[in-house]
């Protein structure tokens, strides 16, 4: 059973930046893209940034110049680099596996991290 544990979240003001960690118990970086996710209250669970296997990147428009995704498949680690941080980025932020181009997820869901931009 593979577990995904996110941390780095926290309350930030509008402009700052946090850069969020997610550690799988699996070497499951080195054979799936992965992908941020976050939801907001109320809301669907969106992706917001994915990295392929070889390290090409795409962005949510939401995010893009904004979010940056990388991983580190020998640490078993993925981040989420997050600067200019908006009222409207506050959400739980997950990571996963994504199946193909959804929004649907390989694993199990972990418990996210609490990402609040508030003055």
């Known amino acids: 059973q593979v577990q995904l544990v996110e941390s780095g979240g926290g309350l930030v003001q509008p402009g700052g930046s946090l850069r969020l960690s997610c550690v799988a118990s699996?070497?499951?970086?080195?054979?799936?893209?992965m992908a941020w996710y976050r939801q907001a209250p109320g809301k669907q669970r969106e992706v917001v940034a994915r990295?392929?296997?070889?390290?090409?990147?795409n962005y949510a428009d939401s995010v893009k110049g904004r979010f940056t995704i990388s991983r580190d498949n020998a640490k078993n680690t993925i981040y989420l680099q997050m600067n200019s941080l908006k009222p409207e980025d506050t959400a739980v932020y997950y990571c996963?596996?994504?199946?193909?181009?959804?929004?649907?997820?390989?694993?199990?869901w972990g418990q996210g991290t609490q990402v609040t931009v508030s003055s």
């Open positions: 699996g070497n499951i970086f080195s054979h799936h893209a």
């Open positions: 996963n596996a994504p199946i193909g181009s959804t929004s649907l997820a390989i694993y199990s």
């Open positions: 990295v392929t296997t070889g390290g090409s990147t």
